[in-house]
């Protein structure tokens, strides 16, 4: 049954437009792994560079990759972008990076289709276009990238270069949570929360909110200790939500902060002393993806 004590969650901010330009590039372009294992032109040349960057000769890398990346090698020509990128061994230059990412991505090569769609997302490097960006995260979400999918799931659902289509985005963001992507469990648990594009289903957000909660991330730790003080989805449990609300406080979440001042009043100190001892006892564990 719910109670009487208000447990607020913030608004979503409107995706992409609300977010300085940096924060969206920080958030959204695919991590700096430099894949070295796969059959490239010249195996032998690209390990040597994957070895200089390691080593934090850029300079060598830069050189290897590019003689590559010449000759049409898609592994190189991302490489090489994302030291372009990083302004590593060569100038920081977006313009160049988003060049090599786009040769990498026609090739296709999905790292750098994920990167190119972004960088349309941002306007970093190219002119901003949401359309060519749903393009280029639509190959690269049928090539198995988990976070193109879970990026493209949020342009569906906010109608950004494309036709707003919550159950398409909703479905993208399914694909991304069973692969193990934290963010897209989150999102998939609000559309079970609140009905979007799927029937309302409050064990299932549970559900959601819990994995990604225990892979460390403070929105869903934030909006599953708030299930638990309510008794939404779960059965009611203080010392649970304690736990959660706790670990989120614990990450600089301001609502949680407040939140957990609330839950204090409402428990008794061994309570309290059981949800410390839970939350210290927390370790996140990721999902392989």
């Not at 906010?158 to 692969?179: E, H, M, P, S, T």
């Amino acid at each position: 049954m719910r109670n009487n004590t208000t447990f607020h969650s913030r608004a979503t901010l409107t995706w992409f437009t609300q977010w300085p330009m940096n924060m969206i590039r920080a958030c959204l372009l695919a991590a700096f792994v430099l894949a070295g294992s796969a059959a490239t032109a010249n195996a032998t040349d690209f390990k040597a560079g994957y070895a200089a960057y390691q080593r934090g000769d850029f300079t060598v890398a830069a050189k290897v990759w590019r003689s590559l990346a010449e000759a049409g090698d898609p592994k190189a020509q991302y490489n090489l972008g994302i030291l372009f990128d990083q302004g590593k061994g060569v100038p920081q230059n977006r313009t160049e990076a988003v060049r090599w990412w786009r040769a990498s991505a026609e090739g296709g090569f999905r790292q750098a289709q994920h990167n190119l769609g972004n960088a349309y997302i941002s306007g970093d490097g190219v002119e901003q276009s949401y359309k060519d960006a749903a393009h280029w995260l639509q190959r690269a979400s049928e090539s198995g990238s988990n976070r193109s999918s879970y990026t493209l799931g949020k342009m569906y659902f906010y109608g950004l270069g494309v036709a707003i289509d919550v159950k398409r985005a909703v479905a993208l963001f399914a694909a991304a949570a069973n692969a193990g992507l934290e963010k897209a469990q989150y999102n998939l648990a609000k559309a079970y929360r609140d009905g979007d594009g799927v029937n309302q289903d409050p064990a299932l957000s549970v559900k959601w909110f819990r994995r990604a909660a225990e892979q460390g991330y403070v929105k869903a730790q934030s909006h599953l200790a708030t299930r638990y003080a309510r008794g939404q989805g779960v059965d009611a449990d203080l010392v649970e939500a304690f736990k959660w609300m706790s670990l989120a406080a614990d990450q600089e979440h301001l609502q949680a902060r407040e939140n957990l001042r609330v839950l204090k009043a409402r428990m008794t100190p061994e309570q309290r002393k059981e949800g410390k001892r839970r939350a210290a006892n927390f370790a996140p564990v990721r999902e392989d993806r």
